[in-house]
């Protein structure tokens, strides 16, 4: 059972089609007590790191997102969702994220390129043997983001992408928690696929 967690800032909808439209019925909900009885979550995300985190605690959710990954539990964040697994955001002033994955969420620096990073740029797959690039074709992908993560350590990095000088992390992960910058459901193919390797972790099947 796929549970996708709401809490007030994600993009709900196009992730619940992509899900169905690989046979399956998530479930949204805002309560860690709902949530608990998923047998993997995904973390959506679109707006401001700070509000995101605010978002969180309000309902409780930020200790209940922390003990799931401690459990390594199947966990996927996508865009803000990914941002806020690492240990903090200089976005609005500097905001603690859940301390999930070790590193830095930065603005693109001021330059002759567009910030946001928005529309479809390629990936550049650092760990290939990953399972979430299981059967993966080359391609691109689609982006929308201003602030982008500097990883504490390069063992997390699964796929990069580079964008106004920065080598940007695009996919990332740590045991069982999986996050992508760029909104898988929106990138087609390539993106899809990478949603199904997710779901099939621990042998996730479609609904009959």
Not at 45 to 59: A, I, N, P, Q, Y
């Amino acid at each position: 059972m796929i549970g996708i967690i709401d809490y007030g800032m994600g993009n709900l909808h196009s992730v619940t089609k992509a899900l169905e439209r690989l046979g399956h019925t998530p479930f949204l909900s805002e309560k860690p007590d709902e949530l608990a009885k998923a047998s993997m979550l995904i973390l959506p995300g679109v707006g401001s790191f700070k509000d995101g985190m605010t978002e969180l605690k309000v309902r409780g959710l930020d200790t209940f997102v922390q003990q799931w990954a401690n459990d390594n539990k199947p966990l996927l964040g996508i865009c803000l969702g990914m941002q806020l697994l690492f240990d903090e955001s200089e976005e609005n002033g500097i905001t603690t994220g859940l301390e999930i994955l070790p590193g830095k969420v930065r603005r693109f620096k001021i330059g002759d390129y567009k910030v946001p990073h928005m529309g479809w740029n390629s990936l550049v797959f650092e760990k290939q043997d990953h399972t979430i690039l299981n059967d993966v074709p080359k391609g691109h992908v689609y982006f929308v983001h201003s602030y982008f993560v500097q990883a504490g350590t390069p063992d997390v990095l699964i796929a990069t992408s580079d964008y106004g000088g920065e080598r940007v992390p695009a996919v990332v992960a740590k045991n069982s928690v999986w996050a992508t910058q760029f909104h898988p459901e929106k990138s087609s193919t390539l993106g899809m696929r990478m949603l199904k390797n997710f779901l099939e972790q621990k042998g996730e099947t479609a609904d009959e």
